[in-house]
């Protein structure tokens, strides 16, 4: 063979080797990016799952420790709360058994005899001088013990009677 001829074998080979090795690199290239890519989501995949992991672990704790404190509230709040309650029951009770007594303390004002208890809207009616068979007043007395005040109702009861707007009905039925 001549020299010219293998000169041209060799560039074409050399050429052939320059285009594998391009095509191989290029496929190289390719690889990596895919390999990447595939790494990176995987990555990704491990992640949210890790943090989807750790935010039911976190959420569990906080949870827990809602429920520790709750409980530790519940105990150092129950005897409070339930002492509360019997001091407020009893208040209720003295208030009711003091309306039905009031009429019998001294310096209460008007004889017993005239009172009627009816406990609400108001306690008492006082019809001032009935037991002597004299009327001089209708007296309407509502009974406070403490320091509780007036409910709305019984202020729109009070007010109602200080500005005069009471009046009186005869209802006749025939049966």
Do not use: H
């Amino acid at each position: 063979m001549s020299p010219d001829l293998l000169l041209v074998l060799f560039g074409v080979a050399v050429a052939v080797a320059v285009a594998v090795a391009l095509i191989l690199l290029f496929q190289n290239l390719g690889l990596r990016r895919d390999i990447a890519g595939r790494v990176g989501r995987g990555v990704d995949r491990w992640r949210e799952a890790e943090m989807a992991r750790a935010r039911l672990a976190l959420e569990a704790q906080v949870r827990g420790e809602a429920a520790l404190a709750m409980e530790r509230w519940k105990a150092t709040q129950t005897a409070a709360l339930r002492k509360d309650a019997i001091q407020r029951s009893q208040a209720v009770t003295v208030g009711k058994v003091t309306e039905q007594l009031v009429p019998y303390l001294p310096g209460f004002g008007f004889n017993p005899k005239d009172v009627r208890f009816i406990g609400s809207p108001v306690d008492l009616v006082v019809f001032d001088g009935m037991s002597q068979d004299e009327v001089r007043e209708v007296v309407f007395v509502e009974v406070k013990t403490g320091g509780s005040g007036l409910t709305t109702r019984e202020r729109r009861i009070r007010d109602a009677i200080q500005a005069g707007r009471v009046s009186w009905l005869e209802l006749r039925l025939s049966i």
